[in-house]
């Protein structure tokens, strides 16, 4: 009898092989867990799951960056983001004070300007600072700074935030004087300036000026306990990483591949439970009927009515509710969703004859329900299941937006849903929006494709013999 | 040796109609008497023929028989045992000994079951055979006795495969399993093609035969009655008005419905242009909720005289031969036929306020 | 007794196009439909007499299409004529038809009212007074009363919304009229009181019938000749006498399924069956299709084609052993 299981087994394969949907749905679930199980070597950025929301730890990656495969398209390159750490240091002592010289040569040609660049300072007790960008052209552009810092601290020096000043006066003296009025320092693109060719036109079409650029940064330390632990120059591309990255400077394939494994399991665990429970409430209603049809209509109706958003604000006043509970808060307000359509098809199943038959040779109710009705309606399961899947998803999302959501994960909707409150649309920033979006359909696509192959295996009047 | 096997005494169902506001607040109830006190007894090895037109009671009666529905009053014995209110196990044995062929022999059966399954459902059900073996091979065995072989050909397949013929007696291996005693056929044969129908009879017949069934064949078309069943009870609006041997109730009909049904039939004779001129009946059935008082035929009845509706309803009488009747009339219909028409010249105006 | 001809059909072929191939459903038919006249069409399912049906009309139900033939109507082909000129001037106004179940086709939400009048209004720009004694004369000559326009369909019985069904075949006055087993889902009386209705329409309105059933009792009854089809293919035309008479029927189906037909009044030890079943029209056999279920089968059935040939006037058979040579 064993072999027979195994046979049976076969036998289905063999059958369910031959709908190419369904392989394909197949193939795009194999690909789904791959990625699951992969997570751990997949993910560039490591403790992309855990530190998601902790912006320190995407510091150091450029804000709304391309892909990086947006380059082989492009005719006007990207610069890629670079780290250079530890530079050549030269240390001049003068009495108690010393100062430190770093330049970093910086080669740049590439067709668009970095988004942005800076130093990361590692100091301890007090130090000044001084940093001037020298461009190939000659022109230097100076900041002066005096940082009392006391105390280990890491200091940012960021183009955008401390240079904008200079280099706004740098641009006004190359730029049409009227279009320069116009402009105040904050509305002009600080790195197209400091690297664009010096000429009329640079604060609106500046052209890129290639060549060797100098960072030279200066820290005069002041006292003996002062201290230049570590020094890091960063310059921030256009591109990174193979999806780009958000405006929270995110890298968005780390949000893919960790929210692959949330996807999967809101999605089958709250469209199966849900579909089972309401399939199997529809049924016994319309097989039923009488008051005990009356009841569950009632009940349902009850259910149908609880709008889901307060209790779930209620619950989180109360405490934090983990992705698990937010499951099987679904799960118990989506069982609704088949219920009203399942009643009405049990209703219609119920006047076959073959139901009668049943009856007559003696069939109890659960046989009667579990053989006879509930098969007739697997096709319409996994039509329920297929689409509650996407909906699963983005109700997920939907509710970490308001801040309900579980913070300690990352799911495609929550991607999703950043995009679209930071005006992702509007700005026309395609990799934020796209990849998200049609990973959610691709995973609903999948579930489609093996509902629909298993329809076609199940549904004996397409067969043909 | 003829012993009854299925005695029906005074059998009623009542369904119960809803009600509006007012009905409730006034108690009152409206009822359809779908079956309204049937009484025959069959005997073993016997076709019994149940004939009307459609809401006359007969497919209720054979659910009733096959408990599908409760029984609201009257008695239904089962050899010899009362078996009107069983519960349990006793129902389940009654399951085993009743069964049914359903009329339409597409939806009778799952169609996502194949053969198999459907014929080892009644197995699993009751548990009969004590392993998958015993079972394979019952059912191959009936298989092979309603002529659906080889076998194994036709256990693969699911009905919508089969013919209708073929489908009808794979429905009448199902009702085999279990071997009952009585098997109730609901118009088995009437959608099935002309040409099919009597093989499925001729089965139907052998199997009587070879295995003592004893049929309660249902049907409203006489011409088939008369063909295939024994004795014939011709049913109106809930009640039986006439019954006996089949040659008997055809040829020599008594009751004024069974001739207008009679007079209905057409036969695949030639010149029989304006046979069924004159149909000897008048007006619309009643609906089964209003039941005309008195002899509930009489508002269609050429007839009906006042007694009709003004005295209780008449009883079926044996008129000889096991030929019974449920007229008052019938001994001046049988004498003087056609001439005992009336009319409402001959009797005044007096009619009944049930007439169309 | 030769009557005009109202309609001619001339090798009519109506094919079903699906994925497991070409259904030949129609395959050649040609008879002919006399003045006042019932002509029965029998067959048993899939023989394709409600195929033939729809085609009359040139409605074919998709897949299916009308690959050839000539439906000749006073003399004019209706197959070469557009689709607005058939909906015009020929369907339900020269050849109407009684739809099988169309009782059950009523809409419900409508008053009969309503839906004879949109029917009428759709082929004659009437008055409503004219419309209103159009309907209450057709109503009446169906033995229904006035004021059945003003109810619903479910208030009717099965008998009277076939009556009304076929008023709406009759009022535009066509001169034919084809009905596919209008009583089939009547009960006996109804159904005897609805055949009456129809044999007096006939010779009142002087309108002709084709009847399409499977039950040889009931075409006995109504038609004047009768044609027996059986695979797509027509196997016998007759008149009433030459089928159901004395004699007998000439092709080896038509006896059989005579044979197979129970009766009220006789004593029948053992009904006829005949074995296998219908064949599949996609790849039908050789030869004569009835060949392989034939009990007086000859060698030459499987090999030629057989056609329509008269054997004596009025009677045509497509039977080998019928021919003389």
């Known amino acids: 009898m064993k072999g027979a299981r195994f046979s049976g087994l076969r036998r289905f394969w063999d059958e369910y092989r031959q709908v190419k949907s369904g392989l394909i749905g197949i193939g795009l679930l194999v690909v789904f867990i791959l990625i699951v199980l992969l997570e751990p070597v997949a993910l560039p950025y490591r403790q992309a799951n855990e530190r998601w929301r902790d912006i320190n730890y995407w510091q150091d990656s450029p804000r709304l960056a391309l892909p990086v495969w947006v380059n082989w398209f492009t005719s006007k390159d990207y610069p890629r983001s670079t780290v250079i750490s ?46 001037e960008f020298i461009r190939p052209d000659g022109e230097k552009v100076e900041l002066r700074r005096s940082t009392a810092v006391d105390g280990a601290q890491i200091l940012r020096l960021s183009a955008i935030e401390t240079l904008q000043e200079r280099a706004y006066a740098l641009g006004a003296r190359y730029e049409d004087p009227t279009v320069a009025k116009s402009r105040n320092p904050r509305m002009i693109d600080t790195m197209g300036v400091l690297f664009g060719q010096a000429a009329k036109g640079i604060f609106t079409k500046p052209a890129i000026l290639d060549g060797t650029y ?8 002041v006292n003996e306990q002062s201290q230049l632990n570590k020094a890091e120059f960063v310059v921030l591309g256009g591109v990174s990483g193979i999806l780009g990255t958000d405006g929270d400077r995110r890298d968005l394939w780390c949000g893919f591949i960790a929210g692959t494994k ?26 039923f009927g009488g008051w005990i049809d009356a009841l569950m209509n009632r009940i349902f109706e009850v259910v149908l009515s609880i709008p889901l958003l307060p209790i779930l604000i209620v ?18 307000f989506f069982w609704v969703g088949p219920v009203k359509t399942v009643r009405s098809m049990a209703l219609q199943i119920k006047e076959h004859s073959y139901i009668e038959a049943a009856k007559a040779l003696g069939a109890s109710h659960r046989r009667i329900l579990f053989r006879h009705m509930v098969p007739q309606l697997i096709p319409y399961s996994f039509a329920s299941m297929a689409l509650a899947v996407p909906g699963a998803i983005l109700f997920e999302a939907s509710i970490s937006l308001i801040g309900l959501g579980d913070p300690t994960i990352v799911s495609w909707g929550q991607v999703l849903r950043d995009a679209f409150s930071s005006g992702a649309v509007l700005q026309g920033i395609w990799w934020w929006i796209i990849p998200p979006g049609v990973a959610i359909a691709l995973m609903g696509m999948t579930f489609a494709f093996i509902g629909f192959a298993m329809d076609t295996i199940l549904n004996p009047k397409l067969k043909t013999r | 040796m003829t012993e009854p096997i299925l005695v029906a005494e005074n059998l009623t169902k009542w369904f119960p109609v809803k009600r509006t506001l007012t009905q409730i607040t006034r108690g009152e109830r409206t009822w359809v008497r779908a079956v309204d006190g049937v009484s025959f007894s069959i005997n073993k090895g016997e076709i019994f023929g149940l004939v009307g037109e459609s809401g006359c009671g007969k497919t209720t009666t054979g659910k009733l028989i096959m408990k599908l529905l409760d029984i609201t009053d009257g008695r239904l014995y089962m050899k010899g045992e009362d078996v009107t209110h069983i519960q349990g196990a006793a129902l389940a044995k009654h399951r085993r000994e009743v069964q049914m062929i359903f009329q339409d022999p597409y939806s009778s059966m799952n169609p996502r079951f194949t053969v198999r399954d459907v014929l080892m459902e009644p197995l699993e ?56 005693s009585v098997i109730v056929a609901d118009e088995p044969v009437s959608m099935i093609d002309l040409s099919t129908r009597a093989e499925i009879l001729s089965m139907m017949r052998q199997l009587q035969r ?38 008997v109730v055809i040829d020599r009909c008594l009751h004024p419905y069974t001739q207008a049904l009679i007079g209905a039939v057409c036969e695949p004779k030639s010149g029989r242009v304006n046979q069924i001129k004159d149909v000897p009946i008048k007006g619309e059935i009643p609906a089964a909720t209003n039941i005309p008082p008195g002899c509930r035929f009489h508002p269609r009845c050429l007839f009906s005289v006042p007694e009709c509706w003004e005295e209780v309803e008449p009883t079926l009488v044996d008129v000889g031969g096991g030929h019974m009747v ?22 005044g105006v007096r009619r009944s306020s049930f007439e169309a | 007794m030769a009557k005009e001809r109202v309609l001619e059909i001339r090798d009519l072929e109506l094919h079903y196009f699906t994925r497991k191939g070409v259904v030949r459903a129609v395959d050649k038919i040609s008879f002919d439909l006399r003045q006042s006249e019932t002509l029965g069409v029998v067959g048993e399912s899939g023989c394709g007499k409600t195929t033939m049906g729809t085609a009359l009309l040139n409605m074919p139900t998709p897949p299916g299409r009308i690959v050839g033939g000539q439906i000749l109507l006073d003399g004019h082909d209706v197959l070469k004529l557009s689709e607005t000129e058939v909906r015009r001037r020929v369907r339900w106004e020269t050849i109407s038809m009684v739809f099988q179940g169309a009782m059950n086709c009523l809409t419900p939400v409508y008053t009969i009212k309503k839906q004879m009048k949109e029917t009428l209004r759709q082929h004659r720009e009437m008055s409503k007074q004219e419309m209103d004694a159009r309907m209450k004369k057709y109503l009446n000559l169906v033995g229904l009363s006035d004021d059945v326009l003003r109810r619903y369909p479910h208030e009717l019985s099965g008998g009277m919304k076939q009556r009304v069904v076929i008023a709406m075949a009759l009022f535009l006055e066509p001169k034919v009229v084809i009905c596919d087993e209008p009583t089939t889902a009547l009960d006996v009386v109804v159904q005897a009181q609805v055949i009456n209705l129809l044999k007096d329409l006939k010779d009142e309105l002087q309108v002709s019938f084709i009847f399409i059933t499977h039950d040889l009792s009931i075409e006995a009854e109504v038609s004047d000749r009768i044609m027996i089809m059986y695979a797509g293919r027509i196997a ?35 009904l006829a069956f005949i074995p296998g079943t219908p064949p599949d029209l996609v790849a039908p056999p050789t030869g004569c299709r009835f060949h392989p279920r034939c009990h007086v089968v000859m060698e030459r059935c499987s090999r030629d084609d057989v056609g329509l040939r008269e054997i004596e006037p009025d009677h045509m058979v497509a039977c080998w052993r019928c021919f003389n040579d």
């Open chain 1, 86 to 131: 530890e530079p050549k240091r030269e240390e001049v002592a003068t009495g108690t004070l010393r100062v430190i010289t770093m330049e970093v040569p910086y080669e740049f040609t590439s067709g668009h300007p970095p988004s942005d660049m800076y130093y990361k300072l590692y100091l301890t007790g007090r130090a000044s600072i001084a940093f």
């Open chain 1, 214 to 221: 100098r960072m030279k940064i200066q820290v005069a330390l």
């Open chain 1, 262 to 287: 949330w996807a999967l399991l809101i999605g089958l665990l709250t469209s199966l439970i849900s579909v089972v429970v309401g399939v199997v409430y529809g049924v016994a209603a319309g097989y």
């Open chain 1, 315 to 332: 619950m989180s006043a109360v405490f934090n509710p983990s992705i698990w509970i937010i499951i099987a808060m679904m799960c118990i």
């Open chain 2, 125 to 180: 059900i009751h548990k009969v055979g004590q392993n998958l073996q015993e079972r394979e091979v019952w059912v191959r065995e009936i298989l092979n006795e309603v002529k659906l072989s080889p076998p194994d050909e036709f256990l693969v397949r699911h009905p919508h495969m089969l013919s209708g013929g073929q489908r009808q007696r794979a429905a009448t291996a199902r009702t085999l399993m279990l071997s009952p």
């Open chain 2, 210 to 247: 070879e295995l003592g069934l004893t049929y309660v064949y249902v049907t409203h078309d006489l011409s088939t009655a008369r063909y295939f069943v024994d004795r014939l009870a011709v049913m109106y609006l809930g009640k039986i008005v006439e019954m006996g041997p089949v040659g």
């Open chain 2, 326 to 347: 449920a007229c008052r009339r019938h001994e001046d219909i049988e004498k003087r036929g056609a001439a005992a028409r009336t009319s409402d010249a001959s009797l």
């Open chain 3, 236 to 270: 016998e035309i007759g008149t009433n006498e030459q089928i159901y008479g004395p004699q007998g029927p000439a092709h080896p189906y038509t006896q059989r399924l005579l044979a197979a037909t129970p009766r009220l009044h006789e004593e029948v030890a053992e």
